[in-house]
């Protein structure tokens, strides 16, 4: 795929390094040219001074042959314009923007731009490391209303499947950690000694999920 990325800072380069070493085409964008001295010597990709709404820039650095449009630039006006422009003038269908306003994000997010909530971000890896094991989820979505988490499970419910337990507390399992490797959940799936599920739930209803995963499933209770 041809990827064009608009901001050359840490984020950006580090992305075009990525995507480049995945055998992906890269141009990557800047209105500072001495942003680009955080590339490799080896980048093949294209580098492009300007920035990331100019319609000039942005065909030059192939935004029409485009799969993908990534804005990380340090400014939010900047990010959004510019993935709303890549999208609704050029028809790139799969942008996203780095927004470090958790409360525009929400709102961009609405508009059906996809964004990476920085601040929210970054606050929640660190919550992740700080707090009891579960305590925070791996994942929200930006309205906060869906999280992604791991929960803990008593060893009571081992061998049961999978399919049973959602049902019982009314929760999507989206994957279990076993031994490190990531299982896809069937309906044959059961519950072994060592599993971390990972269950994606509204945020609303995981003191009632930890709850029931808590207890022994004869002790649970709705």
Not at 112 to 140: C, K
Request: hydrophobic share 40%; charged share 25%.
């Amino acid at each position: 795929m041809h990827i064009v990325i608009m901001g050359c800072g840490r984020v950006g380069s580090t992305l075009a390094h990525i995507l480049e070493d995945n055998g992906h085409s890269i141009a990557i964008i800047d209105r500072d040219p001495q942003a680009f001295r955080r590339l490799r010597a080896g980048f093949r990709g294209r580098r492009v001074t300007g920035v990331g709404f100019d319609r000039d820039v942005l065909t030059e650095a192939g935004i029409e042959s485009a799969s993908a449009y990534v804005a990380v630039s340090s400014g939010d006006n900047s990010n959004i314009i510019s993935a709303r422009v890549a999208r609704e003038t050029f028809g790139v269908d799969n942008v996203v923007a780095r927004i470090y306003d958790p409360r525009r994000a929400e709102v961009y997010q609405r508009l059906g731009i996809p964004t990476v909530a920085t601040v929210r971000w970054t606050a929640d890896q660190i919550l992740r490391r700080i707090l009891p094991e579960g305590a925070e989820p791996l994942w929200r979505d930006p309205t906060g209303t869906v999280v992604l988490a791991e929960v803990t499970v008593n060893p009571s419910w081992i061998g049961t499947r999978v399919v049973d337990l959602e049902e019982r507390t009314r929760a999507r399992a989206a994957f279990i950690n076993r031994m490190g490797e990531a299982v896809v959940i069937t309906g044959t799936t059961v519950v072994q000694e060592g599993d971390v599920l990972h269950v994606i739930a509204g945020e609303r209803d995981m003191d009632r999920i930890n709850k029931v995963l808590a207890a022994a499933p004869e002790e649970d209770e709705d």
